[in-house]
């Protein structure tokens, strides 16, 4: 990487790690729980039970991302925890987003009440544990697993921007670039990567990277290619 690209990719994650950019995007649901902290108004849980979910929802339109979380929260009363916890959830066969259904929704809440109850939180399950025991997906070492390192880098990275510096006992450095077509398109315009599987091999070939340039925080980066796929497109 020449040192012209590289600068910019400092100055993009400067720029765009910034609220500003994300008010209609889903963080924007765990963020609003995340501000009730210090009142007592909302708990960890409630920000870990809309990450979940907002990171699940994250595929498609932000506009539409964010009218479907707001659907869904509004059924929980906008308590996701006691609803999780409630274990009387909606679960039928008509879509909330897209091709996710309510019946979806309610798996999802069932699996959650159950690790909240054997764990107390999400924070030390892996990566692997998350897909199965939340999202119910088959294990898949290749899955690039796209929101469940969004949901990671949101709960874990403290900087005191758009993240939420929820999971103390989590290292930033060992976080993993969330990747999707987008952000894979950006990162091989970019020479980040030149493989064309969207694999996890992939996945931590851009992580590292962005490593290079971000030194213990590799998902800095993320913010560079929001910046990139700005500035390409303007």
């Known amino acids: 990487m020449d040192d012209k690209t590289r600068a910019l990719l400092v100055s993009w994650a400067e720029t765009y790690n910034d609220p500003k950019y994300f008010e209609e995007d889903p963080i924007a649901f765990p963020r609003h729980f995340a501000s009730m902290l210090s009142s007592g108004s909302a708990s960890a849980k409630d920000v870990e039970v ?3 979910f907002a990171a699940h929802f994250a595929w498609g339109r932000r506009a539409m991302i964010v009218r479907d979380c707001g659907r869904l929260f509004d059924e929980m009363s906008w308590h996701p925890y006691d609803y ?8 039928d066969d008509c879509s909330i987003h897209r091709t996710v259904k309510w019946s979806e929704v309610a798996a999802i809440c069932a699996r959650l009440k159950t690790v909240f109850e054997e764990c107390g939180g999400l924070e030390r399950l892996t990566q ?6 939340v ?11 796209k929101k469940i390192n969004m949901m990671r880098r949101w709960l874990v990275r403290d900087d005191g921007k758009v993240d939420l510096g929820l999971w103390k006992e989590t290292d930033p450095a060992s976080l993993l670039i969330p990747l999707d077509v987008h952000v894979y398109e950006e990162a091989f315009s970019l020479g980040l990567t030149s493989r064309k599987p969207k694999d996890i091999v992939t996945v931590k070939e ?3 990277a962005f490593d290079d340039i971000f030194p213990g925080d590799p998902c800095k980066g993320d913010f560079a290619l ?9």
Request: charged share 30%; aromatic share 10%.
């Open 50 to 52: 809309a990450a979940v």
């Open 84 to 91: 999780v916890m409630r274990g009387d959830w909606r679960c």
């Open 128 to 133: 692997d544990e998350i897909r199965v025991r």
């Open 135 to 145: 999202y119910g997906q088959k294990p898949d070492p290749k899955a690039p697993n």
């Open 206 to 208: 851009i992580t590292g």
């Open 226 to 234: 929001f910046g990139y796929g700005v500035t390409k497109n303007s």
